[in-house]
C-alpha cells in the first residue's frame, strides 16, 4: 500500500490554518476529494472555509500531529515537523504543563517564565549529574551535564551559546550553567576558584547591566566566559571576554529606562561613612540618572545587590584602594554630567570656577581643575609641525563632555575585567580543558536600527552560520552510525549575507574607508552602498528616503538607519582629555584610564594569544582600528575558538512583552522561533528522516497492525520489517538502521491513524462479546432472583398467619390478669385514703388546741415586760425633771455670786488680800498636791475594788444570761416539738401521696431505667472516647517529642558527616601536596603512622577533648565548694526574709515612738514596744546573717586551697607507702649484708616516721572546721596504723636476721631461688579476672595486630565471639582502669580510636570490612556503657557481671567519640550500598516491564537506558547487605535503620526521575512501576523487617503513592478528593508536576482536566516542605539501642592467629 500525504486529508482530519492574531489555529477537514478545493471547518466559530488549491502549488494545510506526539520533550520526535506543529508544543508546554524547557534537536528552548520556578536547587543539579542528555525532561542542566560529561569522557572543549533578544533570560540561563559547573567540578563544596567565579556576576550585572523597556536586567554587553578544567576536572581556572558594551547608555537613557545599575547602587548607600566623600545625592539629581525618570525598580534593593557586588569585589581579591578608585571615578562621571557650559559671544563656551559639580569631579578623579576646565572647552588641532588649540562651541563642548565620559566608563569596565581575569587564574599551567559560555545578544530589529543592531546582527549572522553547519554535520552523523543510504540535505546557507558586510569592499570595509576621509559623511557612505552593493540578493535600497539600507537577513529584512555610524564606529575622543586623564594624581589611574593594551579582554584566551602573535599586532595599530574593524577581529577569533570546541545551543525566548507569569504571545514567539534558528533546525530535521523508533518500541506498539501469525517472538528486526513492509510500500519513506529505524514526516501519523482505527474496531467487537456476555448474565441472575422472590412472599405470608393466631391468645390471657390487678389497685387506694383522712383530722383538732395554750402564754409574758418598761419610763421622766429645775436655781444664785464679786475686783484692798490669798492659795496648792497623791493611792485602791466588785457583777449578769439561755433553751425545744408535729403531719400527707402515685411512677421508673442504661452506655462510650482521645494526646505530644528529638539527631550526624567530608578533603590535599601515602613497608605500621593519619580536627586528638574526667574521693575540694554554696544561698535566702519583714514594718510603721535607725538611715516607727523590740532583733539578726555571709565566703577560698594541699599530702604518703612496702623485701634479697640492710630499712622507716608524725601534728595543730577535715585526720590515722604494722614487719625482720646472717651466701641464693618459684606457684593459681595487661610500650603493636593489620578470617570464623576485638581492647583498659592509671586509659583508648578511624578511611568501600568494624565499635561502645559502673546501667547486671565493671574512673565522655565513630563507618556502608543501586534503579524499576503482555514503554525519541537490569538484581543486592549486617550480628534495629535508609535512597531516586520523566508518567508504566514495588516490599515483609503499618516499608510512601496516582482517574474534578486523600505523603508541587506530566498513551485516555489540578492546589494542605524534588542523600538519623548482654570475660581468649602474646592476662 503506497503511502500518498494526500490520503491523510480525509474527513474529520486535524489541519492547521493561518490567524493574524494566533498565527495557526487548529481546524477539521469536512470534505475533501482529490481535484478539488478542501472545505475545513473553524472549532471555535463553527464557520467553514473553502480552500482554493491552485496548480502547481501546494496550498494544503499543514496536517496535526496525533495527540501522542504532542507536548514531547524533542520537538523534533513529531512526525509532521512545521512551524504550526512548533509553535502549538511550545504553548502547550509551556501554558498547560509549565514546561519551560524543550529540545529542538540539539537546541534547548528555554521559555522566560518571568516568575520564580523551583527548578535549580541542589537536587535537581545532582539529579541530572551523571545522566544523559534525553534521558530527564529538557533542562540547562542537562546542556551543562553534556557539555561536562563529554569533556571529562573524550578530552574535548566544549562551549554553550545562550543567545535570545533582551530580557529572554539570557543572564540567567548563563549563571545557572556556571552554577552547575562550580558545584558538580568542586568536590560538593564550593572552593575559592568556584566561589571567585560565581562572585563575577553581581560585579558584571553591576557594571554590564540596565533597566530597559523590555527588561529589568538586561545584559548591555556580550559575554563569554572560559571555564578551565585541570586533569581531575575540577575548575582550576577562568577568563572572560566581553564584546560590545553599549556606551551610549552612560550619556542617555529613553524613557523608563536606567543607567547601568552601578550608578544607582552608589546612590543607594551615599550616607554610608565610606561613601560621604563622593558627594552623592539621589538619582533623580544627577542628569545622567535621571532622564528615563525610573530610578527604582520592582522587587530590586539597590543597597543590597551592592553589598552582594561589593562581597563579590573582595572575594575576587579587589584592595580597598582599587574598590574606592572605581567609585570615586564612576562618582566623577556622574558629576561631570552636571557640568554647566556658559555659552560666549564669539561662538565658545566657558565653565564657571566656582561649579561645584567640576570642583568635586576634578578632585575625585585627580585632575587639576583649571586643566579640566580648560579641556572642556577647548581641544587641539595639529597642522604639519604646530599644535593649535581652539574654543569649541557649547553643543561641541558638550557632545565632547560625553565622548570623555563614555571612554572613561568603557576603559573602567575593561579594567574591571582585566582585574576580574586576574583574580580567576590560578597562575599555573595546569588547564586541561575547558568550557566556554557564550551570553550573546539575539537578533534584533526596532523601528530605528542604528550601528549597535547591525553588529549585533553581524555577530548572528555569523553563529547562525555555525550552528546550522553542525545541525547538518549532526545529522549526517547519525545516518553514517546507523549506516542507511541517505542524500544531501539542502539548507539555507547565509554565507553570502555573510560576505556582505565583512569582505573586501563590504559594508564595514566601505564605512572603514568612509572614516579614514576628514570629510566623509553618513549620506556619501550610504550612497557609496548604493552603487557598490546593489547587485547583491541580501541588499536592498529603499523605496523612500535616502538615509537607509536594507539588509536580507537569515530571520528577516532589516533596514537600518544610517545617522551616527561613522561617529560610532570612529568612537574618537579628544587626545587632551587623554592626555588629561594621564596625568592625573591617583595612582591607579594610568592602569585603569591610560587606554593599556586589552586585546585579552575582547578575545579568548587560547586564541587571543595566537592570533596576536601571528598577526604581530602592537599597541599603537590597535588603537588606530575603528570600532566595526575590532569588533570584526574579536568576533573571528570567537568563531575559530567555537569551531574548536564541541557547541551546545540555548535559544531564550521572550513570550510576552508585558512580564506576564507564563503568559504566551504566539506572534512574539514564533518571530523569536524564525530569528534565532529554531525553525531553520526543524526544517532540516525534517528534510531527512526525523522520526526514528528502536527496533523493540515500533514492535511493542504497532505489531498489533499485522495478523499475530506473522510475528514472531523474539525476532523483534524481522516483525518490524514485516509491519512495515505491509503497509508502507514506498521504500523511501522509511530505513533500517543498525538500532533505529528512520521514517520521513509524516509515517508515524500515518502508523499512529491505523492503530487508533484497528483499535477502534476490537473495542467495538470486545464491546459486542461483553454486552452480549453481560445481558445472558443479567438475564439468568433476575430468573433467579424472581424465584428466590416468590419463596420468600409465601414463606413470610405464613408466619404472619401463625403469628396472628398466637397474638389473638396471648391477648386474652392477658386482659385476665390485666382485670384482677386493676381491682386490686383501686381497693388498696380507697383504704389508704380513709386511713388518711382520719389522721387528718385529728391532727387538726389537736393542732387547735396548742394554738390556743400557746397564744394565752404568749399574752402573760408580753403584759408582765409591758408593765415593767412602763414603771421604768415614768420613773425616768420624773428624774429629770427634779435635775432640770436644780440647775435652773443654782444658775440664778451664781450669776447673783458673779455681779457682787465683779465689784469688790475693783477695788484696792481686793488686790491685797488676793496677794495674800494667792500666797495662801500656792501653800494650800502644795499641800493639796501631797493630799492628792494620797488621794491618788487611795483612788486606785477603790478602783480596785470597784474592778472586783464590776467583775462580781458580770459573774452575776453571767448567771443570769445562762438562766436566759436555759428559758431560751425550753423555748426552743416547745417549738421543735411543735415542728415534729408538723412535719409528721406532713410527712403523713406525703407518704399518702407518695402512695397515690407510687403505681403511676413504676412505668416512669422502668422508661427512666432504660434511659439511664442508655445514659450509662453512653458516658462509658464517651469515657472510652476520652481515654482514647487522652491516649492520642499523649501519643501526639510523645511524636511530637520524639520528633524534636530526632532533628536534633539528625542535625548532630549531618555535622558528623560534613566533618567526615572536611577530612577526606583534608586528606585529598595533603595527598595531592606531600605525594601519594603508602604503608608497604613495616618499620611505619607503628603507632606514630596510626596518629598521623588522624586530622587534627577529627574529634579523636583535638585540643578540645581532654582526657576523661575520674571521680573525685568524697574529701576533693569540690564537693566541699558545692557544700559552701548551698550554705550561701541558704543564708542569702534568709537575708532576703528579713529584708522583706523589715518592709512590712515600714508599711505599717506609725508615727507614733522613737524611730529605729537601721543599715542605710532608714528609719522604722514601731506601733509599739513589743514590735519596736521585735525590730531591733530582726535588724541585729539581718547584720549577723551579713556577717556569716562575708566569713563563710572567706573560708570558701580557704579550705579550697587548705584541701587541695592536704589532698597532695595524702597521694604523696599514700605513694611514698606502697614503696617502702615493695621495697622491703627487695632490701632484703638484693643485699649481701642482711644486717646493713636492716640498718638502711630502720633509718628508713625512722625518717618516714618523723615526717609522718610532723605531718599529723600540722594537720592537728589546725583546726577542723568541716566534715573534710575529719576525714582528712581520719585517713592520717590510718597511715598512723599502717606505719605501726610496718614497725612489726621491721621486728619481726630483726629476729630474722641472725638466722638470715649464720647461713651461707650459697644457702641464701638456693632459698631466694624457692621463694621466687613458690612466688611464681602462687601466681599460677591465681584466678583469671577477665583482664588483659598491656604494657606502655606495646599500644602500637596492639593496634597493629588488632586494627591495622588485623585479617577478619582470625576473629570471625565458627566459635569465635562476636565483637572478639572490641572485647579484647575492653579489657585492656579494665586492667588500666584496676591499676588505677588515668593517663595509660587515655593513651589507649585514644590509639584504638585513631586506629579504627584510619583502617576505615582507606578501606573505606569494601562493605565487609566497614560492617566488621561497625560490629566492633558498636560493641566496645556497649561494653563501656553496659560495664561503666553507672548506675542505671549497673543495677540490670547480674551479680556475677558487676565483678567487670569499671571501678576506678568514668569513660563516659569517651562513648560519644566511639558513637560518632559507629555513625561514620554506618553512613560509609550506606554510601557504598546507594553507589551500587544508583545505576540500578531507573533500568530496573521504572524502566523494566515485569508484567508479560503490558508493555508500557515509549521514549518518544528519548535516550533509554541499560534494559539488562531487573527488580531482582535490586532485591539480591538488599539481602546481601542484610545478610552482611545479620553475620556480623548487628543488632535488628539498626538492621531496619539501614534498609530503611536504602528503601528512602530508592524512593527518592525514583520519585525524582519520575517527576523528571513525561514519557513514564502514563496509565500502564504506573502499574509497571507499582509492581516492581511490591516484589521489594513482598522481600521485606518476608524478612521480618516491616512488622508494623510504621515500619521501614513507610520509606516508599512517595514514590508507592506517585505510581497509585498514575492509575487513579483523574477524569473529572470528582475525583480530586479521592487523589488528596490517597496522596498524602506527595506536596502539592509534586502532585501538580505529576499532573501536568500524565501522557495518555492511547486514545481512549485523556488528559488531566484543568479544574483536577486547581482543586488540589484549593484543598491539598500546606506542607511545610514544599519542594519539587526529594533529596536522595539526605541521611536519617541513626538510632541506639541499648539491651543488657550477658557476657563472661574469663572464657574470653586470644586466637593464635592475632599474634598478641605480649597481652598477660590477669
Not at 563529554?150 to 556556571?178: D, F, P
Not at 498524602?1624 to 489540578?1653: A, C, G, H, W
Amino acid at each position: 500500500m503506497a503511502v500518498d500525504t494526500v490520503k491523510l486529508y480525509t474527513k474529520g482530519s486535524r489541519v492547521w490554518l493561518g490567524d493574524k492574531e494566533e498565527v495557526w489555529k487548529g481546524g477539521v477537514v469536512v470534505s475533501y476529494a482529490p481535484g478539488e478545493n478542501i472545505v475545513v471547518s473553524d472549532p471555535e466559530t463553527g464557520k467553514e472555509l473553502h480552500i482554493v488549491l491552485k496548480e502547481g502549488k501546494s496550498m494544503m494545510p499543514p496536517l496535526r500531529n496525533p495527540d501522542i506526539l504532542t507536548m514531547e520533550n524533542n520537538l523534533t520526535t513529531m512526525s509532521y515537523l512545521h512551524e504550526p506543529a512548533v509553535l502549538h508544543s511550545l504553548y502547550q508546554r509551556f501554558t498547560i504543563s509549565n514546561n519551560i524547557y524543550t529540545y529542538c534537536g540539539i537546541v534547548l528552548v528555554a521559555v522566560n517564565p518571568y516568575c520564580d520556578v523551583q527548578l535549580y536547587g541542589n537536587e535537581m543539579i545532582w539529579a541530572y549529574k551523571g545522566q544523559q542528555i534525553g534521558q530527564l525532561d529538557p533542562h540547562i542542566y542537562a546542556i551543562s551535564e553534556d557539555a561536562y560529561s563529554e569533556m571529562k569522557t573524550m578530552g574535548r572543549n566544549q562551549s554553550i551559546i545562550v543567545s535570545g533578544e533582551s530580557g529572554a533570560g539570557k543572564t540567567v540561563s548563563a549563571k545557572y550553567a556556571m552554577r552547575y559547573f562550580a558545584t558538580v567540578a568542586g568536590n560538593e563544596k564550593e572552593t575559592a576558584i568556584e566561589r571567585r567565579i560565581l562572585s563575577t556576576n553581581p560585579i558584571m550585572e553591576a557594571l554590564g547591566n540596565a533597566k530597559t523597556i523590555r527588561n529589568d536586567n538586561s545584559s548591555r554587553f556580550g559575554k563569554y566566559v572560559e571555564l578551565e578544567f585541570d586533569k581531575q576536572t575540577n575548575i582550576s581556572g577562568a577568563h572572560i571576554c566581553t564584546y560590545l558594551l553599549e556606551k551610549s547608555r552612560v550619556v542617555f537613557q529613553a524613557n523608563n529606562e536606567r543607567n547601568y545599575h552601578i550608578f544607582y547602587q552608589l546612590c543607594a548607600v551615599r550616607d554610608i561613612p565610606e561613601m560621604k566623600h563622593l558627594h552623592l545625592k539621589h538619582p533623580d539629581e544627577f542628569r545622567f540618572t535621571s532622564q528615563g525618570k525610573a530610578p527604582v525598580i520592582d522587587n530590586m534593593d539597590d543597597s543590597e545587590t551592592f553589598y552582594e557586588m561589593s562581597e563579590g569585589l573582595f572575594n575576587l581579591g579587589i584592595t580597598e584602594e582599587q574598590q574606592l578608585f572605581l567609585f570615586s571615578v564612576l562618582a566623577a562621571v556622574l558629576h561631570m554630567g552636571d557640568i554647566q557650559f556658559n555659552e560666549e559671544r564669539n561662538d565658545s563656551c566657558s565653565i564657571s570656577n566656582d561649579d561645584k559639580s567640576l570642583l568635586i569631579a576634578a578632585k575625585l578623579m585627580g585632575l587639576e581643575v583649571a586643566q579640566l576646565q580648560k579641556w572642556l572647552c577647548h581641544k587641539t588641532l595639529k597642522a604639519r609641525n604646530e599644535t593649535l588649540v581652539m574654543t569649541l562651541k557649547k553643543k561641541d563642548a558638550f557632545a565632547g563632555m560625553e565622548a570623555f565620559v563614555k571612554h572613561i566608563y568603557a576603559s573602567l569596565f575593561l579594567w574591571i575585567v582585566k582585574l576580574l581575569n586576574a583574580a580567576l587564574s590560578n597562575g599555573k599551567k595546569d588547564a586541561v580543558n575547558f568550557i566556554g559560555i557564550l551570553d550573546i545578544y539575539g537578533f534584533e530589529m526596532f523601528e530605528e536600527n542604528s550601528f549597535e543592531q547591525f553588529c549585533i546582527n553581524y555577530a548572528n549572522e555569523k553563529l547562525q552560520q555555525q550552528f546550522n553547519q553542525h545541525v547538518f554535520k549532526l545529522e549526517q552523523a547519525e545516518y553514517i552510525k546507523e549506516q542507511i543510504k541517505w542524500s544531501f540535505i539542502d539548507f539555507t546557507d547565509n554565507q553570502p549575507c555573510i560576505d556582505l558586510i565583512e569582505k573586501k569592499l563590504g559594508i564595514i570595509d566601505l564605512l572603514d574607508e568612509q572614516c579614514r576621509m576628514n570629510r566623509g559623511t553618513d549620506e556619501n557612505w550610504v550612497q557609496i552602498l548604493y552603487k557598490e552593493l546593489t547587485d547583491s540578493e541580501h541588499f536592498q535600497k529603499p523605496k523612500t528616503g535616502t538615509d537607509q539600507f536594507v539588509i536580507v537577513h537569515y530571520a528577516d529584512k532589516v533596514s537600518y538607519l544610517c545617522h551616527g555610524f561613522i561617529a560610532k564606529n570612529l568612537d574618537s575622543v579628544n587626545e587632551s582629555h587623554i592626555n588629561l586623564l594621564k596625568n592625573s594624581s591617583l595612582e591607579l589611574a594610568n592602569e585603569a584610564l591610560g587606554g593599556s593594551d586589552l586585546g585579552s579582554i575582547t578575545s579568548p584566551k587560547r586564541v587571543a594569544t595566537k592570533s596576536l602573535s601571528r598577526r604581530g599586532t602592537t599597541q599603537t595599530l590597535s588603537k588606530t582600528r575603528t570600532v566595526g574593524a575590532q569588533f570584526k577581529s574579536s568576533l573571528n577569533l570567537l568563531m575559530d575558538a567555537l569551531t574548536t570546541t564541541v557547541p551546545h545551543f540555548i535559544r531564550c525566548i521572550k513570550p510576552n512583552d508585558d512580564k506576564e507569569p507564563f503568559g504566551f504571545v504566539p506572534t512574539r514567539v514564533v518571530q523569536q522561533l524564525r530569528a534565532c534558528g529554531v525553525i531553520e533546525t526543524v526544517r532540516i530535521s525534517a528534510a531527512g528522516y526525523p522520526s526514528r523508533w528502536s527496533y523493540k518500541e515500533f514492535e511493542s506498539r504497532y505489531s498489533l497492525l499485522v495478523h499475530s501469525r506473522r510475528v514472531r517472538k523474539g525476532e523483534t528486526m524481522d516483525n518490524c520489517r514485516v509491519v512495515i513492509s505491509s503497509i508502507v510500500s514506498d521504500k523511501d519513506k522509511y530505513q533500517f538502521g543498525k538500532t533505529k529505524i528512520f521514517f520521513r514526516a509524516g509515517q508515524v501519523a500515518y502508523f499512529e491513524k491505523l492503530r487508533s482505527e484497528r483499535l477502534f474496531s476490537a473495542c467495538v467487537m470486545v464491546q459486542a462479546r461483553v454486552r452480549g456476555w453481560l445481558a445472558a448474565k443479567r438475564y439468568n441472575s433476575v430468573r433467579v432472583a424472581t424465584i428466590a422472590v416468590q419463596c420468600m412472599v409465601r414463606r413470610t405470608l405464613a408466619r404472619r398467619k401463625v403469628q396472628k393466631m398466637r397474638e389473638n391468645r396471648a391477648s386474652i390471657v392477658i386482659q385476665k390478669h390485666v382485670r384482677g390487678w386493676v381491682q386490686r389497685i383501686k381497693y388498696r387506694r380507697l383504704l389508704v385514703s380513709i386511713l388518711f383522712i382520719q389522721s387528718a383530722h385529728r391532727a387538726q383538732v389537736a393542732y387547735k388546741n396548742f394554738l390556743t395554750v400557746k397564744y394565752e402564754h404568749n399574752a402573760k409574758i408580753i403584759q408582765k415586760h409591758v408593765r415593767g418598761w412602763l414603771a421604768r419610763c415614768a420613773y425616768k421622766q420624773h428624774m429629770r425633771k427634779i435635775i432640770q429645775i436644780q440647775s435652773c436655781v443654782r444658775r440664778h444664785l451664781a450669776k447673783k455670786k458673779l455681779k457682787a464679786l465683779k465689784v469688790e475686783a475693783r477695788s484696792i484692798g481686793h488686790f491685797k488680800k488676793l496677794n495674800v490669798k494667792l500666797e495662801k492659795r500656792i501653800f494650800e496648792m502644795q499641800m493639796k498636791s501631797k493630799d492628792m497623791v494620797k488621794e491618788r493611792n487611795s483612788v486606785l485602791e477603790e478602783t480596785k475594788q470597784n474592778l472586783e466588785e464590776l467583775a462580781a457583777v458580770k459573774k452575776k449578769l453571767g448567771e443570769e444570761s445562762r438562766s436566759r439561755e436555759e428559758l431560751e433553751k425550753e423555748l426552743s425545744t416547745t417549738t421543735d416539738e411543735l415542728k415534729d408535729i408538723r412535719q409528721n403531719y406532713l410527712a403523713m400527707k406525703l407518704e399518702i401521696a407518695r402512695r397515690t402515685r407510687e403505681e403511676e411512677d413504676i412505668e416512669e421508673l422502668k422508661a427512666r431505667i432504660q434511659e439511664l442504661e442508655t445514659e450509662v452506655k453512653q458516658s462509658k462510650e464517651e469515657t472510652v472516647s476520652e481515654r482514647n482521645n487522652g491516649e492520642e494526646r499523649y501519643a501526639a505530644l510523645e511524636r511530637s517529642m520524639n520528633a524534636q528529638i530526632e532533628v536534633e539527631r539528625e542535625h548532630h550526624q549531618n555535622m558528623l558527616i560534613e566533618n567526615g567530608n572536611l577530612q577526606r578533603q583534608l586528606q585529598e590535599l595533603q595527598e595531592l601536596t606531600h605525594g601519594q601515602w603508602q604503608d608497604s613497608s613495616d618499620d611505619r605500621d607503628d603507632l606514630s603512622s596510626v596518629m598521623s593519619d588522624v586530622p587534627p580536627d577529627s574529634g579523636v586528638l583535638s585540643s578540645g577533648i581532654t582526657s576523661p574526667a575520674v571521680g573525685f574521693p568524697p574529701h576533693d575540694p569540690r564537693a566541699r565548694v558545692a557544700d559552701l554554696e548551698n550554705i550561701r544561698e541558704k543564708l542569702e535566702e534568709q537575708l532576703a526574709t528579713a529584708n522583706k519583714t523589715i518592709a512590712e514594718l515600714k508599711e505599717t510603721g506609725a508615727s507614733t515612738g522613737a524611730p529605729i535607725v537601721v543599715n542605710g538611715g532608714d528609719k522604722i516607727f514601731p506601733v509599739d514596744e513589743n514590735e519596736r523590740a521585735r525590730l531591733e532583733e530582726i535588724i541585729i539578726e539581718n547584720v549577723e546573717l551579713k556577717e556569716n555571709l562575708d566569713r563563710m565566703t572567706d573560708d570558701l577560698m580557704d579550705a579550697i586551697d587548705e584541701q587541695t594541699l592536704m589532698r597532695t599530702k595524702y597521694e604523696q604518703m599514700e605513694l611514698k607507702l606502697s614503696n617502702v612496702k615493695d621495697s622491703l623485701l627487695r632490701e632484703i634479697v638484693n643485699t649481701r649484708n642482711p644486717r646493713q640492710a636492716q640498718d638502711k630499712i630502720r633509718s628508713h622507716l625512722d625518717s618516714l616516721r618523723v615526717e609522718l608524725f610532723s605531718d599529723v601534728a600540722k594537720f592537728n595543730k589546725n583546726n577542723i572546721k568541716t566534715e573534710e577535715d575529719a576525714v582528712l585526720q581520719s585517713k592520717v590515722e590510718t597511715l598512723a596504723g599502717e606505719n605501726i604494722k610496718l614497725l612489726d614487719d621491721i621486728n619481726r625482720l630483726q629476729n630474722a636476721i641472725p638466722f638470715i646472717s649464720g647461713n651461707t651466701e650459697k644457702k641464701l641464693e638456693k632459698k631466694l631461688t624457692r621463694q621466687e618459684s613458690l612466688s611464681t606457684i602462687r601466681s599460677r593459681k591465681q584466678e583469671f579476672k577477665g583482664m588483659f595487661a598491656c604494657k606502655k610500650g606495646d599500644d602500637s603493636k596492639l593496634v597493629k595486630r588488632l586494627i591495622t593489620q588485623l585479617k577478619t578470617e582470625h576473629v570471625t570464623g565458627p566459635g569465635c565471639m562476636s565483637g572478639l576485638t572490641a572485647h579484647i581492647m575492653f579489657m585492656c583498659v579494665r586492667y588500666a582502669d584496676h591499676c588505677n592509671d588515668e593517663g595509660r586509659i587515655q593513651e589507649l583508648l585514644t590509639a584504638i580510636i585513631s586506629g579504627i578511624t584510619s583502617v576505615t578511611r582507606k578501606q573505606s568501600r569494601d562493605p565487609v570490612i566497614s560492617t566488621f568494624w561497625l560490629t566492633n565499635c558498636l560493641t566496645l561502645l556497649h561494653d563501656l556503657t553496659q560495664f561503666s559502673g553507672e548506675e542505671l546501667y549497673h543495677n540490670r547486671l547480674s551479680p556475677a557481671m558487676r565483678d567487670f565493671a569499671l571501678k576506678n574512673y568514668d569513660l563516659s565522655d569517651y562513648r560519644p567519640l566511639l558513637s560518632d565513630q559507629c555513625i561514620n563507618i554506618y553512613h560509609t556502608i550506606v554510601k557504598t550500598a546507594q553507589d551500587e543501586l544508583q545505576p540500578m534503579l531507573i533500568p530496573g524499576m521504572l524502566e523494566h516491564d515485569s508484567i508479560p503482555g503490558m508493555n508500557s514503554s515509549f521514549s518518544g525519541g528519548r535516550k533509554q537506558t541499560d534494559k539488562g537490569c531487573d527488580t531482582g538484581v535490586i532485591v539480591n543486592r538488599l539481602q546481601f547487605y542484610l545478610q552482611l549486617l545479620s553475620s556480623q550480628s548487628i543488632s535488628i534495629n539498626i538492621v531496619r535503620q539501614f534498609i530503611g535508609q536504602l528503601l528512602y535512597f530508592i524512593n527518592a531516586t525514583l520519585l525524582n526521575n519520575l517527576i523528571l520523566r513525561k514519557d513514564l508518567c502514563h496509565w500502564s508504566k504506573g502499574i509497571q512501576i507499582r509492581y516492581n514495588l511490591s516484589q521489594v516490599e513482598q522481600w521485606v515483609r518476608e524478612q521480618g523487617l516491616d512488622l508494623d503499618d510504621s515500619g521501614v516499608l513507610t520509606y516508599l510512601s512517595e514514590i508507592r503513592q506517585a505510581s497509585q496516582l498514575l492509575q487513579m482517574n483523574k477524569s473529572s474534578g470528582d475525583n480530586a478528593a479521592a487523589i488528596v486523600e490517597t496522596c498524602y505523603s506527595l506536596n502539592t508541587m509534586q502532585l501538580q508536576k505529576l499532573l501536568m506530566l500524565y501522557s495518555p498513551r492511547s486514545e481512549f485516555e485523556e488528559r488531566v482536566p484543568q479544574d483536577v489540578i486547581k482543586y488540589i492546589l484549593n484543598h491539598k494542605p500546606i506542607e511545610k516542605s514544599q519542594k519539587l524534588m526529594m533529596d536522595p542523600n539526605k541521611l536519617h538519623a541513626l538510632k541506639f539501642s541499648y539491651e543488657t548482654r550477658d557476657i563472661d570475660f574469663t572464657i574470653v581468649t586470644l586466637p593464635s592467629g592475632l599474634k598478641v602474646d605480649f597481652l598477660e592476662k590477669y
